[in-house]
């Protein structure tokens, strides 16, 4: 044990080091593996693509296709893209780290349409804990010395009770972040298929029957436009 003892201490400069390094590491790592893009990336590469037609009842299913709109689509706030879903975060600078002030977030139901077949994706009856999305950030802007917030971010931020300037109308350091799935963009969805039987007629939909993608807590509704997760599904084929 004395051995043990006397080597760690004549080379403590070189074990300290490396054993933060390896820290560092574990949790580098342990902190990937289980973020919100890593866990959504796993389930679908469990899953087969499958054509809607033969999806089943209850399956917990898998599609890639392009969104559309079931009713008027939303306006981003920050770009003004025409989507169905957005979701902008942001963040001012602080002492020693970014601290989000606004986390904004709007949903409605839409289409996924696939080899000219097309499923509907439902938002609107579905609480945050039964779906997982994971957007790319594709929008992004900053403020702060020198750097003005222009009209359109002044107006947003004015709508969450917020400025772009402090104390003697001095710049805060801010940045904008928005993702959005926009009208025809292709997207990668997972959910629990239930098959619905249609009251009314849907535009470019002649069957009598479509099937909705739905989420339990436990197996969530997915949504995705990360490309790794698209690349999954074409060569799961």
Known sequence: MEDVLSILKENSNVLIPAA????????AF????????????????????????RIRENEYAK????????????TAPLSGRLCVYYHVVVEIKGDKRWNKIINDENAQDFF????????????????KS??????????????????????????YLKQHNKKST???????????TEGVIELNEPIAVK??????????????YSYSKIVTLEGTKKEKLLITDEPKALLYVNHRL
């Open 191 to 204: 959910g629990i298929a239930k098959w619905k039987v249609l009251n009314e007629a849907v535009k470019g």
């Open 166 to 176: 402090g104390i003697l109308g001095i710049n805060k350091t801010i940045r904008y």
């Open 130 to 155: 039964m779906r997982r999305f994971f957007l790319v950030k594709d929008y992004k802007q900053n403020s702060g010395f020198r750097n003005d917030a222009d009209g359109k971010l002044e107006a």
């Open 112 to 127: 996924i349409e696939s080899s000219s077949e097309m499923a509907i994706v439902k938002m609107s009856a579905i609480q």
């Open 20 to 27: 933060m390094f390896l820290a560092f590491g574990i949790i």
């Open 63 to 74: 599609i890639i296709g392009k969104a559309k709109h079931v009713n008027e689509p939303l």
């Open 30 to 53: 342990v902190a990937n593996y289980f973020s919100n893009k890593r866990i959504m990336l796993r389930e679908f590469k469990k899953s087969r693509k499958t054509s809607i037609s």
